[in-house]
């Protein structure tokens, strides 16, 4: 079964510091890759997602994540962490099985400090 | 654009009452989707819907059952709540169909509370 795992369930960053969250997954076939952000009170976003081709993808507001076959990791990252980006972030891996039946980490909480 | 629409958004529940969770999306999605979030396990898959008229369970089905009602609505059922089932609840949508990569798109969640 796919599987995700997401270290630190609490993540402190200084305002203007680089934001990495990390995220190493199970799969038994290629994976189709996803982060997705969640602010207080709302329900989940898409961040960005990798499906096929460059491993380097950009998404919204900033962030990007890298896809390493080799450490099988799609670590987040941001290069200056602004007070909005204080939110839970969540990495997911796609079903193979498909109907979009997604695998979630656990989450990690960013809270980003003055 | 409403997106994908829970009601209710708050409920407190006895152990033992029912109560039924409504989901409804308004972009012509093919599949939907009930998660629970509890702190510190991420999202769980409870049951999906690939397409109208089709439901699967997912990863933690018991205690719940789902219908279908059609493309736009999607509604999860607590025949007899019990704590445990004390959770976030989330309806999610996407345009899959056969496509492992379509993003999922959320309501807001029903914050439910079992006593």
């Known amino acids: 079964a796919q599987s995700v795992t997401q270290l630190g369930s609490h993540v402190s960053v200084s305002e203007g510091a680089l934001v990495l969250l990390r995220c190493n997954y199970s799969?038994?076939?290629?994976?189709?890759l996803f982060w997705y952000v969640q602010y207080p009170n709302q329900g989940l976003q898409l961040l960005l997602k990798y499906t096929t081709g460059a491993t380097l993808v950009k998404g919204i507001n900033g962030f990007e994540a890298e896809f390493k076959k080799s450490e099988t990791s799609f670590h987040l990252t941001k290069p200056s962490a602004h007070m909005s980006d204080a939110a839970e972030y969540f990495c997911?891996?796609?079903?193979?099985?498909?109907?979009?039946?997604?695998?979630f980490g656990k989450g990690n909480q960013v809270v980003v400090i003055p | 654009n409403a997106g994908v629409t829970q009601t209710p958004k708050f409920q407190v529940l006895k152990t033992g009452q029912s109560m039924t969770l409504q989901c409804a999306q308004d972009?012509?999605?093919?599949?939907m989707y009930w998660y629970r979030q509890d702190p510190g396990m991420g999202l769980r898959l409870i049951y999906y819907s690939a397409s109208e008229g089709t439901t699967d369970k997912g990863e933690v089905p018991n205690g719940y059952n789902v219908s279908r009602l059609n493309k736009r609505e999607f509604s999860l059922r607590l025949e007899s709540a019990a704590p445990s089932q004390t959770s976030v609840y989330f309806c999610?949508?996407?345009?899959?169909?056969?496509?492992?990569?379509?993003?999922?798109?959320f309501g807001n969640g029903t914050r439910l509370t079992v006593t």
């Open positions: 999610a949508s996407s345009a899959a169909g056969s496509s492992y990569n379509s993003p999922l798109h």
């Open positions: 799969s038994s076939v290629p994976p189709y």
């Open positions: 997911a891996v796609s079903d193979p099985y498909g109907n979009n039946r997604l695998a």
């Open positions: 972009m012509n999605h093919n599949s």
